[in-house]
């Protein structure tokens, strides 16, 4: 597996409504786009910094996994979304070969029409991770 750069940070956020403001006034960030991507039960907002971007997670849903994370966790980073040069589903072929141990079998539709896999975080020293790729490059 080949990963390209980091793609995004997932950050659970109460409310982007909230959040948004303090990305914007005070970092300096601009919110590039807000999506809802419905089969996840969460509302995303994203924002850039040089080449990685900063992803917000609300959860439209008390049964959301945001809405959990937030419940037992509280706010804050959620996940770290690496970009693979060689596709999700080789990279799951591979990672699973070495016994880490997967969410999705299979690729997902993620935000901004991405193709997207998570790796489970008892096996990824604890971090929870996302594998992502752009199916138009």
Do not use: W
């Not at 959301?64 to 937030?70: D, E, K, R, V």
């Not at 966790?73 to 141990?101: C, M, P, S, Y």
Request: proline share 4%; glycine share 8%.
């Amino acid at each position: 597996m080949e990963l390209s750069h980091i793609e995004h940070l997932g950050i659970a956020v109460k409310s982007l409504e909230e959040a948004i403001p303090y990305y914007e006034n005070i970092l300096g960030l601009k919110c590039y786009a807000i999506e809802e991507v419905a089969d996840q039960k969460v509302k995303t907002a994203f924002f850039k910094v040089g080449q990685t971007k900063i992803e917000l997670l609300e959860s439209t849903s008390p049964e959301g996994t945001i809405a959990s994370f937030i419940e037992k966790r509280g706010e804050g980073i959620h996940h770290i979304a690496f970009a693979v040069k060689d596709g999700v589903q080789n990279a799951l072929t591979e990672v699973e070969g070495k016994g880490v141990r997967l969410i999705d079998k299979a690729p997902r539709k993620g935000a901004e029409g991405l193709n997207i896999a998570f790796l489970h975080p008892k096996s990824t020293q604890g971090v929870l991770t996302e594998l992502c790729e752009n199916p138009n490059e």
